[in-house]
Each structure stands twice: as structure tokens, then as C-alpha cells.
């Protein structure tokens, strides 16, 4: 389950690095930083409403993170130097939990590694057909990650390379929409938020 | 010397085992038929909501080695039909099950470590106490040796429920199995008003036994969905 969620967690960091990729009639654009805010909306059979979430995304290249949800828990992800933690606010003040182990950071690296070199269509994870230039839908290439995940649709706001949302179809009636905005590219952003929660 | 060791010995040990009582307490009746007993028996009702409802909780799970994660836990309860879901707080999720009218269990999504049978039956067993009145149309309605008024329902697999009304309005639920050993008990925190119901900002339900675990419950939010 650490492995999948992992999967599905990596592919939700690199997704946002879409938005400096070359995509067609624009200019490569190397990654350094990439932050964004986001609402996640959270679709299921059973839920009579959907339910949304907010938080807040940063991204360093080679390989530091910061992925953070403001509501309705507040969490914090950090990944800094080749260590991973996960921290939850409990009260005033943050506790660590554990969770993902070394071999789902591994994965975690290499999706974006993958995506910084520009591979959109040759993730070991996932195949990817680019649609009208602003959408991307992605499909797992293994059968057991099929059962979890059927496609990934990756929109692109026009012609500015930034990332408008993404779509993670679960299967059924199940999906998880994360729209960005306030995208911000290679900006610098102080260490410190990638090891402190 | 050596009889002050025994009685020593003798002291610790029971003081340790008045720490856990954990069977079946005592209940000096109050007659259900009169005022008194209705009273109670109505108080325990309003444990519960009544209505269709969706809850969303943030849920701090924790073993019983101190081992533990937090995950959003969805409960809709449509009439009869309960629904129940369990998703990291990234949003993937990890469990998905409907408990139908006829009480036959369908799992739609089960992801390890929550894919066993024992885990999808324990879970709804769980959420059921939390938020379904007992079946025993006639519970037996009492007070516990310290005058704290109960309500004490007996299932048709001998299971036993109380519902205790704590003086500081706080509510627990306790429930014992066929041997009267207590299985769970529930703490259930002060309540908020939404929509006409009361509903509990906090629960902690604590299983018990070598496998036991605690989920303390947190609500964020409550919507009623019959509207």
C-alpha cells in the first residue's frame, strides 16, 4: 500500500513539473523551483458531498519537497537531502509519523528525476498520450497499479506552461482533482521549508 | 517479616487488579415503565443522531505498541445503510465499504494492511457502536453503584451494550461480549448542534485485548444529507 500511495503521491509532485516542460511551440524551461497553492477536491460512491482539501506545494530541484495541506488536517511532507518525513499537526505543535520507508522515497526520486529530463512518455510507471497540446492523460503500465489507479488527465493552462489541475481517476466512480494556482517558477525558496514543518 | 512480603505481595496485586475491572458492573434497576427510567432511556437515545447524516473525522489511530498514523475516516449513515471510508490525508484511499440494509457487507476497496476480512467487520462493528442506537427496543435502565444513570442493552448474540450518562453531560458506551468481558468502550465528548442534532466534536473508542487499539476521533465536519 506504502509503495502505491507513494507512486500515486511521486506522480502528484512530478505532474506539477509538467508545467516547464517543453510542450509543443514553446522553449524548454529548465526546473530550479516550482510553487503552488492547490484545492483538492475528493470524489467516492459513498459521499453524499465531495470534500476538498488546501494546501500548498514547493519543490526545489535536485530533489527537496515540501507538500502541504492546510485543511481539513494539517500535514506536512518534507523530503531534503535523500531523508523523508511526514508530520502531523496535533494541538500546537507537529508530531512525526512514519510511514513511507526508504525504498518509496527511491521511487519517489526517480518519477522525478524522470519528468526534470522531460520523459513524459517513458515513466517505468506510466504510458502518456498528450491530447490538443493542453492535456496529458496517463495510464500505469502494471496491471496491479490498474486496479488503484486508471488514468491520470494532466491539464496545462494555455500557452503559459503552467499546470491548471490534475485528475487522478480511481476507478468507479472515485476520483482526486488537485487545481493549482498562484504558480510560481525557479524562484528561490529558503531552505529551511524543506526541513521544518 | 516474611507474612509483612505476602501482605505486601497480597496488597499490590489487588490494587493493580481494581485497575481493571473490565467485566460487567453491577445495575440497580429504575423501572423503564416509570418517569424516571423513560427519562434515562430517552437521555440514552439522544446519544445517537437521528437523520441522515455524512461525517468526516480526522482519526489518529494507534496499536497497542504505540504504532499509529492519522487518516480521514467518511461515515454516511443513510437510514438503515451505513456507509464507511478510509483515506490518507493525502486523499488516496485505502478502504470503502457499505454495510446494506439486510447487514451484508460489501468492500469495494481494501488496501493492505486493511484488506483482511477481520479488519472490515471489526471496523464496521466499530462505527456501528459509535453511531447506531442498540436493536434491544427494551433495555434495562439503572444506576451504577456511584448513582451514574445506564441504559443496558442486550443484543440478540448476547452481546451487551451500556450507555452510561455521565454527570458532566459526556457520554460513554460500553460494550461487553457473551462472557461479560468489556470488548470497547467509547468516550463520547461534548456535542455541537448541526441541523437540529447534537453531534459529538470528539470520540475515542478504545478495543480491548491483545490486539487492541485506539482511535480517537475528531470531527471536521457534519452535513445533513436528507435535507
Given at each position: 500500500m506504502i509503495r502505491w500511495a507513494s507512486i500515486v503521491f511521486s506522480l502528484l509532485i512530478c505532474v506539477s513539473l509538467?508545467?516547464?516542460?517543453?510542450?509543443?511551440e514553446q522553449p524548454p524551461l529548465r526546473v530550479e523551483s516550482v510553487q503552488a497553492d492547490f484545492t483538492q477536491e475528493k470524489q467516492l460512491p459513498i459521499l453524499a458531498r465531495p470534500l476538498f482539501s488546501k494546501g500548498r506545494f514547493l519543490f526545489q530541484a535536485p530533489d527537496s519537497l515540501r507538500w502541504e495541506y492546510f485543511s481539513p488536517v494539517h500535514t506536512v511532507l518534507l523530503m531534503y537531502n535523500g531523508g523523508i518525513c511526514k508530520f502531523v499537526q496535533h494541538g500546537d505543535r507537529f508530531v512525526e509519523e512514519q510511514g513511507m520507508g526508504v525504498d518509496s522515497m527511491h521511487i519517489v526520486l526517480q518519477e522525478i528525476t524522470g519528468w526534470l529530463d522531460g520523459e513524459i512518455t517513458d515513466t517505468p510507471t506510466f504510458k502518456a498520450h498528450v491530447k490538443d497540446n493542453n492535456l496529458i492523460i496517463l495510464t500505469p503500465r502494471e496491471a496491479a497499479l490498474a486496479n488503484i489507479i486508471s488514468s491520470i488527465e494532466l491539464k496545462l493552462l494555455?500557452?503559459?506552461?503552467?499546470?491548471e489541475s490534475v485528475t487522478l481517476y480511481e476507478g468507479g466512480d472515485s476520483l482526486t482533482r488537485m487545481v493549482f494556482s498562484a504558480g510560481i517558477l525557479n524562484e528561490n525558496i529558503p531552505a529551511r521549508l524543506f526541513t521544518e514543518p | 517479616m516474611k507474612v509483612f512480603r505476602w501482605a505486601m505481595v497480597f496488597f499490590l496485586l489487588s490494587s493493580c487488579s481494581t485497575k481493571q475491572i473490565t467485566g460487567l458492573p453491577e445495575l440497580n434497576d429504575?423501572?423503564?415503565?416509570?418517569i424516571g427510567g423513560r427519562q434515562i432511556q430517552k437521555s440514552c437515545e439522544h446519544t445517537f443522531v437521528k437523520g441522515q447524516y455524512q461525517f468526516v473525522h480526522s482519526i489518529v489511530f494507534q496499536m497497542a505498541n504505540g504504532h499509529g498514523a492519522t487518516v480521514i475516516g467518511v461515515t454516511v449513515l443513510e437510514g438503515d445503510i451505513l456507509k464507511t471510508g478510509l483515506m490518507g490525508?493525502?486523499?488516496?484511499?485505502?478502504f470503502e465499504a457499505v454495510l446494506s440494509r439486510e447487514k451484508q457487507l460489501e468492500v469495494s476497496r481494501a488496501l493492505p494492511p486493511f484488506d483482511t476480512t477481520e479488519f472490515a467487520s471489526g471496523l464496521m462493528r466499530d462505527v456501528q457502536a459509535i453511531f447506531y442506537v442498540p436493536t434491544d427496543k427494551h433495555p434495562r435502565t439503572g444506576k451504577l453503584a456511584d448513582g451514574t444513570p445506564v441504559c443496558r442493552y442486550l443484543e440478540d448474540n448476547d452481546q451487551i451494550t451500556d450507555i452510561i450518562l455521565n454527570v458532566d453531560g459526556s457520554r460513554g458506551i460500553n460494550v461487553y461480549d457473551m462472557g461479560h468481558k468489556k470488548s470497547r468502550s467509547i468516550i463520547v465528548g461534548s456535542r455541537i448542534p448541526v441541523d437540529g442534532e447534537m453531534i459529538p466534536e470528539a470520540l475515542e473508542l478504545k478495543a480491548h485485548g491483545l490486539q487492541g487499539y485506539t482511535l480517537h476521533m475528531t470531527l471536521i465536519s457534519a452535513e445533513k444529507i436528507d435535507k
Open positions: 509538467v508545467q516547464a516542460k517543453d510542450i509543443p494555455d500557452r503559459t506552461g503552467l499546470m | 429504575v423501572n423503564s415503565a416509570d490525508v493525502e486523499g488516496f484511499v485505502l
